[in-house]
């Protein structure tokens, strides 16, 4: 049986590593986290905050998911919001989901994700 979801991938393209801990660490918050060494070898980054772990696997004929993404919850969504803003990201605001507070952004690489709060009451 399925108990949690481990990691969630997304691609980069090589060399971009610096660019995508400037977004996950300074913007987004987490920590990198050692990836290990046979795998480091392949490049890319890994990024944790509490039990959610983003990896960032290096592809050669990179393509950024524009579509697909990882959906993340937040706490104080304004805050989080006004914190990506202040690091240059952008925030498209989605009220289209009943019951949640939502907004897309972009990592450096153009890779879409979702940050949402539910509403209260």
Partial sequence: MLSAIDHVQLAAPPGSEDDLRAYYVDALGMEEIPKPPVLAA????WFQAGTVQLHLGIEQDFRPAK?????????AIEA???RLRAHGAEV???DSLPGHKRFYSEDP????????QPSAG
């Fill in 42 to 45: 392949r490049g890319g980054c």
């Fill in 67 to 75: 579509k697909a993404h990882p959906g993340l919850r937040v706490t």
């Fill in 80 to 82: 989080y919001a006004g």
């Fill in 92 to 94: 498209a605001w989605d």
């Fill in 109 to 116: 690489v153009g890779n879409r994700l979702e940050f949402l």
